[in-house]
């Protein structure tokens, strides 16, 4: 379980909080944050990393340092989830994970107003009793049929036929 939490760890800190734009202070600029200045639970919890740590750069050494902390600021029911997403994300197929980075660089590319927009309108359809949303996942299914259940049994990486 601990080598798991680890492997969520590395993912969570590369690829989840890279998305959360971190920037840096006039303070944070003038480190290098190399791995012989890390707090002791800094070295504990970056161990399995202390190979790769030496490839970063100073701005992804800050970010995963960031992550950390953040991660370590998390309940267990939050990493539990953060868990879950980073299995179903192992899962996809590599067309579908470049298919959501670019949804999302195109996310990254709207207005702050309209980013707003979309993320109130999420968090309303997760309030939703589940019946609720699968109905009106249905009803989106029915609305745009290429995105069917049956593409989900190309190969492993190739796009489904269109």
Known sequence: MKRVHLRILQCFLILGLSFNGFTQDAESQNKDFNYASLTPAEKKQLAPFKE???????????????????WNKLSSEQKQKV????RKWQELRAYEKRELRMAFRR???LS???QFEIQRAYRKFQSLPAAKRKALKQR??????TKTL????????????K
Do not use: H, I, M
């Not at 989106?140 to 049929?145: A, E, G, Q, R």
């Open 107 to 109: 996310f990254q590319d």
């Open 52 to 70: 790769q740590w030496k490839t970063l750069s100073a701005n992804e050494r800050q970010n995963v340092l960031k992550g950390l902390d953040t």
């Open 112 to 114: 702050p107003t309209r």
């Open 150 to 161: 049956k593409n989900n049994f190309q190969k492993k990486d190739q796009p489904p036929n």
């Open 140 to 145: 989106f299914l029915k609305t745009y049929p």
């Open 83 to 86: 868990s879950e997403r980073f």
